[in-house]
Nanobody, 127 residues
Framework: QVQLVESGGGLVQAGGSLTLSCAAS????????MGWFRQAPVKEREFVAA????????VYTDSARGRFTISRDNAKNTVYLQMNSLKPEDTAVYYC????????????????????WGQGTQVTVSS
């Protein structure tokens, strides 16, 4: 069982920045692909960004590319999402997720490829 705990959400004005953190339990974090997803009110959960276990590759949704940066510190069992130039449409609950079994079927942006999820952290961007 892997526990994921997000932090760092909050209220920020448009154009501002936030950094989300997700701390994972266990000793095998370095072998997990990690992802960030978000869900706005009355909308489906959507992919934001993902990072491979080796940090060799990152993937972003179009709306995040150029503004958000996903990174990880395997020594701290933590994945981060640095969000800059925030917009009101970025308002959502942000979830981190872990692919702990080495899924090779679903692409990084498909939520079905992740086995464990955090409880989410609210990000609100005011205009």
């Amino acid at each position: 069982q892997v526990q994921l705990v997000e932090s760092g959400g909050g209220l920020v004005q448009a154009g501002g920045s936030l950094t989300l953190s997700c701390a994972a339990s266990g000793s095998r974090f370095s072998s997990y692909r990690m992802g960030w997803f978000r869900q706005a009110p009355v909308k489906e959960r959507e992919f934001v960004a993902a990072i491979s276990k080796s940090v060799a590759s990152t993937v972003y949704t179009d709306s995040a590319r150029g503004r958000f940066t996903i990174s990880r510190d395997n020594a701290k069992n933590t994945v981060y999402l640095q969000m800059n130039s925030l917009k009101p449409e970025d308002t959502a609950v942000y979830y981190c997720a872990a692919d702990a079994v080495g899924n090779t079927y679903y692409v990084a942006g498909d939520a079905r490829g992740y086995d464990y999820w955090g409880q989410g952290t609210q990000v609100t961007v005011s205009s």
